[in-house]
């Protein structure tokens, strides 16, 4: 399944990604933000199972932001799980 999902707090304007049928993040990708860090992080996501990322990411922090691109992308994951299950 294809997700978008519209970042709040953060320098990322949006984030695209999939869920394929085994639970695995596929495409990650982050429009806006910092190139080191974003490409990075959908680097390290990608082929790995939804949960444990957004698990591994929950809570980073970012300056005083209160949140991150990484702690949004695990928000963006939950969101997505919790609508493909609903």
């Known amino acids: 399944m294809n997700f978008e999902y519209i970042p709040k707090g953060t320098c990322s304007r949006r984030i695209n990604f999939e ?14 933000g910092c190139p080191g860090n974003t490409v990075g992080v959908a680097s390290l ?26 702690d949004q992308l695990a928000k963006a994951i939950e969101e997505a799980l919790a609508t493909a299950n609903a």
């Open 19 to 32: 869920i394929d049928e085994s639970g695995c993040l596929r495409n990650v990708c982050f429009t806006g």
């Open 45 to 70: 996501a990608e082929g790995r199972d939804a949960r444990q990322v957004a698990c591994a990411l929950k809570g980073t922090p970012c300056r005083d932001k209160g949140t991150s691109c990484p």
